[in-house]
């Protein structure tokens, strides 16, 4: 989905810390999403390396569909999908994934890396 957007993405293999609490439930009809602060720790994937460690604040775009609503775990390393904005980084997580990779294999490293080389960006 991120290389289909006219949005500027970095890829990010990392793990996020926030107060789980604040995620909406998946419980009510209508549930609306919301963003919360959560605290990014790791690297981001380039080409060929990665980046120093970053540790920085992000905002987590939660968004629900009726009663279901997207979530991710704290302190689990993912491969991620920020968008890039004059505010900073927002990873969008909704209740159907796409932007948010859970205990990535050193395959979904390499296709990742394909992608912002300019190769496919799905496995095959």
Known sequence: MADQSTDTY???LG???FDVSQLPGNDRPG???????????GRIITRTDYSDWIDRPIT???????AWCGSVPVGEDMLMF???SGAGYT?????CGGYVF???DHNLIALARNCLAGG???PR
């Open 60 to 66: 987590l775009n939660v968004q629900c569909v009726s």
């Open 120 to 122: 496919p960006c799905e």
């Open 102 to 104: 859970l205990r990535p």
């Open 82 to 84: 920020l968008r890039q």
């Open 10 to 12: 970095v890829i990010v």
């Open 31 to 41: 549930n609306k999403g919301r963003e919360l602060t959560a605290k990014l720790h």
């Open 91 to 95: 990873l969008d997580v909704g209740p």
């Open 15 to 17: 793990e996020l810390d």
